[in-house]
């Protein structure tokens, strides 16, 4: 009786095994082949992914949303700045997720924008990208901010 109990546990063990090898190999193939860009954004060395720079594009789901987006030439969205604050502006840098990102809403009406015309003499630059957490937005800050 033991012999066929060690039997049936190695067979369950093999055929629990060559699941989980084929499960892995049809991820890898997925993730090689399928494409998941929607087209806004490309790779990034230092954290992974940004908006495609000097993008201007409508973006829409029916019945949900349609805005109109603008990043800039670094590939972040608004628009683009100079390296060296202009005396006069208090400069803010904003790093989020999507919520931040904000491509549902138009570039005009995103919440840096809304920021810049409540605070006077302030600039308010958007880092966000949809899809990031805490390590990503934290070599956001480190390499572009």
Same mark, same amino acid.
């Given at each position: 009786m033991s012999q066929r109990l060690t039997f049936i546990a190695v067979r369950i063990g093999l055929l629990a095994t060559s699941l989980c090898i084929a499960f892995i190999g049809i991820e890898v193939a997925v993730r090689l082949l399928v494409p998941e860009s929607t087209g806004i954004h490309i790779q990034d060395p230092h954290i992974g992914k940004r908006m495609k720079p000097n993008m201007n594009r409508t973006m829409s789901q029916v019945g949900c949303y349609k805005s109109q987006i603008r990043t800039n030439s670094r590939g972040f969205m608004g628009d683009d700045f100079d390296d060296a604050k202009p005396e006069e502006l208090q400069r803010f840098a904003h790093v989020g997720d999507s919520f931040l990102e904000g491509v549902h809403v138009d570039t005009d009406d995103m919440l840096t924008e809304q920021l810049e015309k =409540?605070? !006077?003499?302030?600039? &308010? =630059?958007?880092?966000? =990208?949809?899809?990031?957490? *805490?390590? !990503?937005?934290? =070599? *956001?800050?480190? &390499?572009?901010i």
């Open positions: =409540l605070i !006077p003499n302030s600039e &308010h =630059l958007n880092f966000g =990208l949809g899809g990031q957490g *805490t390590f !990503p937005e934290y =070599l *956001t800050y480190r &390499h572009y």
